[in-house]
């Protein structure tokens, strides 16, 4: 019943910017923490970052001063704006929800399913 979409990946150069979206539909009665995670070949999936419902955000060191997350609650969105990018970003990029879906169920974890970003000359 809830799906979440994820877009704006892509091929970029090292210093170059993406802003990538994405997108909770469905039956969704709340949405409480919204994040990025991403996962390069042989490693785990890490995290980037995270923001509240009320728009609070935590970065990862890695990323930090770097990254801006935002989101939009009307709208059921979330977007990680991303400058500077360095080749060690290249990853799949993970978008991760925290839906309540009815007024009763306990609120559970929903995941896209990526969006590859690629940092190279």
């Known amino acids: 019943q809830v799906q979440l979409v994820e877009s704006g990946g892509g091929l970029v150069q090292p210093g170059g910017s993406l802003r990538l979206s994405c997108a909770a539909s469905?039956?969704?009665?709340?949405?409480?923490?919204m994040g990025w995670y991403r996962q390069a070949p042989g490693k785990q999936r890490d995290l980037v970052a995270t923001?509240?419902?009320?728009?609070?955000?935590n970065y990862a060191d890695p990323v930090k001063g770097r990254i801006t997350i935002s989101r939009d609650n009307a709208k059921n969105t979330c977007n990680l704006r991303m400058n500077s990018l360095k080749p060690e970003g290249t990853a799949v990029y993970y978008c991760?929800?925290?839906?309540?879906?009815?007024?009763?169920?306990?609120?559970?974890?929903?995941w896209g399913q990526g969006t590859q970003v690629t940092v190279s000359s």
């Open positions: 991760n929800a925290n839906i309540e879906t009815t007024g009763w169920t306990p609120f559970q974890d929903y």
């Open positions: 469905g039956s969704i009665f709340s949405i409480n923490a």
């Open positions: 923001i509240n419902r009320s728009g609070g955000p």
